[in-house]
Every structure is written in structure tokens, then in C-alpha cells.
């Protein structure tokens, strides 16, 4: 019995670690963002539930259960709420997951790995991990492109439930393509239009270093000028007690100097 037990755990754990090392957490956090932020909000808008056979649905997400329990304190501060420990940024509460948490990961045959479709979402491109250069431009080819983008439209219809009417149809077709598939051309694959969810806590970083910078800057500047040079030494006048006399130095304004004559005229004896 205890055989059999352990021999069920170890299978566990060797399922848990295909899934954490097949999908990537990093990839996947930017496919879920844009949906959450872009496609799942015309499903809102529009009273449209969409349906289970859809790959994007959130209940089929392998990371869903984790995914629901961070809490985002501040930019620096992630919130477990299996155990209740914090974390400085989002990447190290993904770790505690994977490590101390990985019996919430979905292992399912229905789950789905949202890094799958970084093909028509462009992961590299959003998240920075890719710069294209001139030849990246130039060699892109529009047949590829063009799979792309039939692969992103055939999504979309496996993503629209057929009960929905044809205007609630049309809305979530057109936001899904203008976000998504419109970008699958050699023209615009390259642009990254959707802010990075995950550069919120770099730019946090950035902005903080910059103020602290500026403040230490300001503090060496004036303690330079206080301590090696006099321009925040101000003359100070001695202060005299009432009826204490004052010499003053007189200026040539003031005073007026009679000059004498240089010459002086000799008076000769009388012969």
C-alpha cells in the first residue's frame, strides 16, 4: 500500500514539473494579459459567455488556480494567498508556486498552456526578449504570415459561441482582429501596441532610481559648496552695543581734499 502511494506521488510530481517546464510562465502571463485586458472585456461588453471549447478559457489555463491567488499589494509587493507570504515582484511568487504550491497547476487533458499561442500574439515582440534588425524586416515572408493569420481567424470562430447574435458576433470578431490578427503581416508584426504587464515592476524600479539619484545629487551638491567653497557663506555685519563708536574709513566722496600748489614763488633779496 505504501508502494503504491509513493509510487502515485512520484507520478504526480513528474507531471507537475512536464507542465511547469513545458509551459512558460513568462509567455503565458503576456497571452493572458492581452486577453484579459482586450478580448475578455468585448465578451463583457457584449453579454456574451464565452465557450468551454474555446482555448482561452480561463477555467482551461493551467496556471488559473495560482493565477487567482496573487493579490498585488503594491508595484513591490506580490501577496501569496495559499500561505500568506510576500514576495518583491511577481517572478518570485511564480517561483514560490512552482515550488511550494505545484499541486494547483491543472494537469487535465482539457488544460490548456496559453504560451502555445505565442505565435499569433507575439510574445517575443511585446515582451522585448526579440529587437528585429534589418534582416529580420527584410527576409520576413507574407506566406507565413498569411498561416498566421488564418490560424488566428479559426480561433476566433472556435472562440464565438453560435447562440451569439450576429452584432455581438461581429464586436468581439473585430476587436479580436484588430488586436490580435490585424498585426500578423509583415508590415506591423513588429510593433508592440499593448503595454507589458510585466515591466509595471521595472518601471517602478526606474522611477524610484531616478528620484533617488536626483535627491542624492542635490544632497552632494550642497554639501560640495557648503564645505569647499564660501558662495553659501554670507558677510555677516557686527552687531555694537548703543552708544559704542564706529570708526569708518573715509572715502573720497566724503571728504573733501584741498590740494596745495607745488610751485612756490622765490622772492630774490632787494639789491
Known amino acids: 500500500m505504501n508502494i503504491c502511494f509513493l509510487l502515485w506521488q512520484v507520478i504526480f510530481l513528474v507531471n507537475i514539473y512536464s507542465v511547469n517546464t513545458a509551459c512558460l510562465r513568462d509567455r503565458a502571463r ?19 459567455e464565452m465557450p468551454y471549447s474555446c482555448p482561452f478559457t480561463e477555467e482551461r489555463d493551467v496556471y488559473i488556480i495560482q493565477e487567482r491567488q496573487k493579490f498585488m499589494k503594491t508595484l513591490t509587493k506580490w501577496h501569496c494567498s495559499f500561505c500568506g507570504k510576500e514576495f518583491y515582484g511577481e517572478n518570485y511568487l511564480d517561483k514560490h508556486f512552482d515550488n511550494r504550491h505545484p499541486q494547483y497547476v491543472r494537469t487535465g487533458n482539457d488544460s490548456m498552456c496559453l504560451a502555445d499561442y505565442c505565435d499569433i500574439f507575439r510574445c517575443e515582440i511585446l515582451s522585448g526578449a526579440l529587437e528585429p534588425n534589418y534582416w ?29 447574435s450576429t452584432n455581438s458576433s461581429r464586436h468581439i470578431q473585430d476587436v479580436f482582429s484588430n488586436e490580435v490578427c490585424s498585426f500578423l503581416d509583415c508590415r506591423r508584426y513588429w510593433e508592440a501596441p499593448f503595454p507589458q504587464g510585466a515591466s509595471i515592476g521595472t518601471a517602478a524600479y526606474i522611477i524610484m532610481s531616478v528620484i533617488l539619484m536626483f535627491f542624492l545629487s542635490l544632497y552632494y551638491c550642497i554639501a560640495y559648496h557648503y564645505f569647499y567653497t564660501d558662495s553659501f557663506i554670507d558677510y555677516q555685519p557686527m552687531e555694537y552695543s548703543k552708544g559704542e563708536h564706529v570708526y569708518h574709513t573715509p572715502t573720497t566722496s566724503s571728504v573733501n581734499i584741498r590740494y596745495r600748489p607745488t610751485t612756490r614763488t622765490l622772492q630774490h633779496p632787494l639789491v
Open 30 to 48: 503576456i497571452v493572458r494579459e492581452i486577453l484579459r485586458k482586450r478580448i475578455f472585456k468585448s465578451f463583457k461588453d457584449t453579454k456574451v
Open 136 to 164: 529580420d524586416m527584410a527576409l520576413c515572408l507574407e506566406d507565413d504570415m498569411f498561416e498566421l493569420q488564418q490560424k488566428c481567424m479559426e480561433i476566433i470562430k472556435e472562440c464565438i459561441p453560435s447562440t451569439a
